[in-house]
């Protein structure tokens, strides 16, 4: 870590870590004479990220910006049985992700605050996906697109707070965020794959607090979005993941 300033960071980390590997249901496969792996092994990364966290503008503006590069090996990825009856887990080989990532809280009048976090990601395969080890159907390919893994990510925040009555404060808060489309499988191959929607949700909130109680109005899912969170392969189809139509409610929280 390099400070400059007491305004400014610069920053640089390295880090690794692993998952440990796990089984399969093969035998419950085998009585439906399906055969699948037994087994998928560990998966690890190396990851490495530089970046710089401050403040400017006499305080009203605090930002984080990083760049970040990840060695992925033996990567842990779904997988079905070539007869599409059973999904289970295997290992892609390598890869690499890719990214960017953006933060910022701008307070520029008394009572107001706007942040928001902006992330691209780009991830694929860098060998072929070993194919005694993976999907009989289609193996991923040198290049492929991580499964699940979206390119844009974003949030958004605006908040603004007055004196209400006494200790009370008023306040009124909107916040959204998108993703963009990501994929259940590497590559137009495998049969089970199919895009994983992009999405855009907003909430938004009225009310007034302390320090030890919150009451507010709140519409969650505002544009009423259907959106897919994620997608699952089952043997009879795909099961998707989404969020509650919108709904309009009264919150109560209280600190004790």
């Known amino acids: 870590r390099f400070e400059p300033s007491s305004d400014l960071t610069f920053y640089a980390r390295a880090a690794s870590g692993f998952r440990q590997g ?5 035998a419950f496969a085998a009585n439906f004479g399906t055969e699948i792996p037994a087994g998928f092994g560990p998966d690890e ?3 490495y990220e530089a ?3 401050g403040v400017a503008l006499d305080g009203m503006l605090s930002f984080e910006a990083a760049v970040f590069h990840i060695d992925w090996k033996d990567q842990q990825v779904p997988a079905v049985s070539e007869n599409g009856a059973f999904t289970f887990t295997t290992n892609a080989g390598k890869s690499v992700v890719n ?9 520029p009048v008394d009572g107001l605050t ?3 976090g902006l992330t691209y990601t780009d991830s694929h395969l860098t ?4 194919p005694t080890d993976g999907d009989e159907n289609a193996p991923g390919k040198d290049g492929d697109r991580l499964p699940y893994v979206s390119k844009w990510a974003w949030t958004g925040t605006a908040e603004y707070e007055w004196p209400s009555y006494g200790e009370w404060q008023g306040y009124a808060r909107a916040n959204a965020s998108y993703r963009s489309r990501a994929y259940t499988f590497f590559n137009t191959d495998n049969p089970f794959y199919r895009p994983v929607g992009d999405y855009f949700l907003a909430d938004a909130a009225v009310g007034m607090r302390t320090e030890r109680v919150d009451i507010s109005f709140m519409v969650r899912n505002l544009t009423d979005e259907k959106a897919e969170l994620s997608a699952e392969v089952t043997p009879d189809g795909y099961r998707i993941f989404t969020v509650r139509p919108r709904t309009f409610g009264v919150t109560v ?3 004790f």
Request: glycine fraction near 14%.
């Open 99 to 107: 990214g960017v990532e953006l933060e910022g809280v701008l307070r």
């Open 127 to 130: 060998e072929d996906q070993p």
């Open 51 to 53: 970046g710089a966290k």
């Open 253 to 255: 929280r209280a600190n």
């Open 45 to 47: 990364v190396w990851n």
């Open 22 to 26: 796990g089984i399969n249901n093969a």
């Open 114 to 116: 706007l942040s928001s």
